[in-house]
């Protein structure tokens, strides 16, 4: 799920929707309005899922995507190839693909309770939680 906004409005550490791929914002640069036109802004971002750079020029009302973060906790249940967490609210088992920044996977084993994040029908773990 994602709501629109315009590219204008877009803030560093906020997150946008660029090529299908929803990042975080690192650097936004606005340029003053022209004679013959409107402020152009530009905006660089790294994927959120896969860590890759991305850019977006266009002008100030151009409208893009803010991808709609969900923030959920769980407990794992089990750790391989995907990691198994069951959610606390629903207590269902769903499939999470195994964090490739090593301090979050050391901390992973069964009983550990975990935030994770549903992005674009996508899930991620984004902390392990100490509670």
Not at 100 to 109: A, I, V
């Amino acid at each position: 799920m994602s709501r629109p906004a315009e590219l204008g409005s877009i803030k560093e550490g906020s997150n946008i929707v660029i090529d299908g791929e929803p990042c975080r914002v690192v650097e936004v640069e606005k340029s003053k309005t022209g004679k013959h036109g409107s402020a152009k802004v530009r905006v660089v971002a790294i994927g959120i899922f896969d860590g890759v750079k991305r850019n977006i020029v266009g002008p100030s009302d151009q409208r893009v995507e803010i991808p709609i973060i969900e923030k959920r906790s769980g407990q794992v249940v089990t750790v391989g190839d995907v990691v198994s967490v069951m959610d606390r609210d629903t207590l269902e088992i769903v499939e999470i693909p195994l964090p490739t920044e090593e301090g979050l996977r050391s901390k992973l084993e069964p009983g550990v309770n975990v935030e994770y994040w549903v992005v674009l029908n996508r899930k991620m773990i984004s902390q392990v939680r100490k509670e």
